[in-house]
């Protein structure tokens, strides 16, 4: 039935409340057979990995949208780009194994045993092979759970935003009105989604551009002289004291004042930070660490926690309203909350908060299409043992320690997370649907009194002692797994009130 408040469904067997006919006291639940017993309380979590699997199926046979294997950034002088490979390029195949997702790219590299990954991308209509060094770098793995793997280093599916940083007031971006954190959304009315996008736009286009930007919640229209002199390219020379740095890469957004945000100082974590000691100000774009261009934000982290590790200073050069200053800065072991799993982990970091959730620009999407009846039978299955296996981790971690009590919820995350894969489309909502019903058939797996899992402990403590329990030990034990249930469903009810209990009580204002 449905119910007004959402708290899980219960089957009641004839009989179970006592109330018998003698006629048909062979048709109560206790009164059948062991095997029939197992088979009528299995039923439930059973069928709940059928309509996961069926679920999955339908999914695939509508096209399961995935991050297409397509090179969306590319650092410069990143060991990928001076292997060869370019922005744009879709990977075909890693160490001979067939491409498909982004997902496999980074499983194929992280297994490789050598220090090459032999990589093969398709640009335009030609195939080209190149073996690029490997590096292991920290990512996170399906928990939020900090990782070393291999990967390829300076390479994303995800372009560079055309969000822009302004390090020097007398340049012709901060002149014209833009500031650091605008996000470039149209130039002359046409859609500007990515930096090479931006760099394209101004390459080919110059006198009063009408440039459209997103800050925060406000949209500006600022009116850029793009002179056709800042089409030259020229590499830059950085002199600090007596270091001389040459920066082969300088595009023309750059010579108007935009740099990408990603490195810009936008506060720092506390004012004792290392960074804030180190005379490191709020609106610094960080240029070069120990001599080394920083690119973007994943190699400006992989640098604090290399140097943290190796117990080095790192001399950082700063860009500071047009001038160059440095900075020496011993990066400081902190414990962090990783909110996705609620658990505290321990990283190397400056202290420096910079841009990184508007750093992300738009992916190449591909669907997964499958059509053949077998195939998708036998993928669908796959999915479905995947997910299971993913959350009995999960569920082990939550055990453990490893993974905190405050990834729990309720109905309330549970209605938040239809609805947002519901936005997202159809095919996400399904996605979200499977998982959730393979959630709830390993959960009532679970051998607590009260579940299916329960019950199916006491079925085979039955057939082994060749009779039931003694009736008060099971009434004990159902009361035992009740109160587990009650507790598990107050602190699940408690952390939704701490998600969205601002938001609720936001709509009665």
Known sequence: KLSAVPLGGYVKFYGDDGQIEPALSQFTFMAQSILKRVLIVSAGPVFNFIFAVFLFALIYFIGEPNVAPVLGQVEYESD????????????????????????????????????????????MENLYQYDIPTQTLISRNKFGELQKKK?????????????????????????????????IVSADDKKIDSWTGLEDFLLSNFGQIQVKVKRQEEELVFTLNNRPEYKRIDERIYRVESERLIDNYHGIANTIGFYPVELFVQGFSDTNSPAAKAGILEGDRIVAINGVF???????????????????????????????????????????????????????????????????????KKNIV?????????????????????????????????????????????????GDSLALGIVFFFKMMAIISINLGLINLFPI???????????????????????????????????????LMFIAFYNDILRYGSGILGLFK
Do not use: C
């Open 80 to 123: 990928s780009w001076n292997a060869g490979i370019r922005e744009n390029d879709e990977i075909v195949e890693v160490n001979g194994v067939a491409i498909n997702t982004w997902i496999d790219v980074e499983e194929n590299i992280d297994k490789t045993n050598a220090d090459l990954a032999h990589v093969v991308v398709r640009r």
């Open 151 to 183: 990967q390829l280093a300076g390479i994303s599916p995800q372009k560079r935003s055309a969000t822009v940083g302004i390090s020097d007031e007398n340049s012709p971006a901060y002149k014209a009105g833009f500031r650091t954190g605008d996000l």
């Open 294 to 364: 920083v690119r973007g934000f994943n190699s400006l982290m992989n640098i604090s926690q290399k140097g943290g590790e190796q117990r080095k200073e790192l001399k950082i050069i700063l860009e500071r309203n047009g001038r160059l200053v440095t900075a020496e800065v011993l990066p400081e072991l902190k414990d962090i909350e990783i909110e996705e799993i609620g658990h505290k982990e321990q990283r190397f970091l400056l202290g420096i908060l910079t841009y990184p959730e508007l750093y992300p620009g738009p992916v190449t």
């Open 370 to 418: 499958i059509r053949n009846p077998f195939k998708l039978l036998m993928v669908s299955v796959q999915k479905t043992a995947y997910w299971m296996w993913i959350t009995l981790v999960g569920l082990f971690k939550l055990l453990t320690g490893s993974i905190s009590l405050k990834v729990l919820g309720g109905p309330l995350m549970l209605g938040k997370i239809a």
């Open 449 to 487: 009194p009260i579940l299916d899992g329960g019950h199916l402990v006491f079925f085979t403590i039955e057939a082994i002692r060749r009779k039931p329990l003694k009736e008060k030990y099971m009434e004990v034990a159902q009361q035992v797994g009740f109160f587990m249930l009650i507790t």
